[in-house]
Nanobody, 124 residues
Framework: QVQLVESGGGSVQPEGSLRLSCVAS????????IGWFRQVPGKEREGVASISASGGGSQYVDSVQARFSVSRDNAKSTMYLQMNSLKPEDTGMYYC?????????????????WGQGTQVIVSS
């Protein structure tokens, strides 16, 4: 059974940076495509970034292009979401999600395993 644990959230001022981590267990990390999602109360969960199982491919939602970067270290079973130039609208609960496969994209329905989430607050 795959399990995911996120960390790295917190409170930051606009234009600040945070790095989220997601540690996977229960399956070889290189068999899992990973997505990062965020959700705010009253809104649907939004796919922010995804990375292929090998790390060779990634996707981003338009609103975070050039500000966020997704990466992974399969030797450590850890995936990262580097978030720079944060804006108040980036505030939300951030989740990592996993699915067996090469590449899964930004749709939440593609993922069957979810972490517990880590809160990101961007405010002055």
């Amino acid at each position: 059974q795959v399990q995911l644990v996120e960390s790295g959230g917190g409170s930051v001022q606009p234009e600040g940076s945070l790095r989220l981590s997601c540690v996977a267990s229960g399956a070889p990390s290189n068999s899992l495509c990973i997505g990062w999602f965020r959700q705010v109360p009253g809104k649907e969960r939004e796919g922010v970034a995804s990375i292929s199982a090998s790390g060779g491919g990634s996707q981003y939602v338009d609103s975070v292009q050039a500000r966020f970067s997704v990466s992974r270290d399969n030797a450590k079973s850890t995936m990262y979401l580097q978030m720079n130039s944060l804006k108040p609208e980036d505030t939300g609960m951030y989740y990592c999600a996993a699915e067996f496969g090469v590449s899964c994209g930004l749709g939440s329905a593609a993922y069957s395993t979810w972490g517990q989430g880590t809160q990101v607050i961007v405010s002055s």
